[in-house]
Nanobody, 124 residues
Framework: QVRLVESGGGSVQAGGSLRLSCVAS????????MGWFRQAPGKEREGVAW????????SYTNSVEGRFDISQDNAKNTLYLQMNSLKPEDTAMYYC?????????????????WGQGTQVTVSS
């Protein structure tokens, strides 16, 4: 059974930084897609950052481009999301996800496994 466990969320002031971690029960290299999604109250879950694990191609949603950085450490089976210059609109529950079949990593349907989420709250 695949497990994804996130950590690193918290409360920060605008302009601050947080680093999220996601430890996978399997080898991150075995997945086709790994990504971070977020869901704010009353809103749909949206993709934040994702990578194609085989070739390392990375993409971000426009609102976080230049502020967030996704990375993976295969030796530790861990996915990271470094979040800088945080804004109140970044407040949400953040989820780690992994997909083990071919898919478009920006789309939710590419993912088979989800973590339980970690809360990020940014105050103005």
């Amino acid at each position: 059974q695949v497990r994804l466990v996130e950590s690193g969320g918290g409360s920060v002031q605008a302009g601050g930084s947080l680093r999220l971690s996601c430890v996978a029960s399997g080898n991150t290299y075995d997945y086709w897609c790994m990504g971070w999604f977020r869901q704010a109250p009353g809103k749909e879950r949206e993709g934040v950052a994702w990578l194609y694990t085989r070739d390392g191609m990375i993409s971000y949603t426009n609102s976080v481009e230049g502020r967030f950085d996704i990375s993976q450490d295969n030796a530790k089976n861990t996915l990271y999301l470094q979040m800088n210059s945080l804004k109140p609109e970044d407040t949400a529950m953040y989820y780690c996800a992994a997909g083990d079949s071919y898919g478009i990593c920006s789309q939710r349907r590419a993912y088979d496994y989800w973590g339980q989420g970690t809360q990020v709250t940014v105050s103005s």
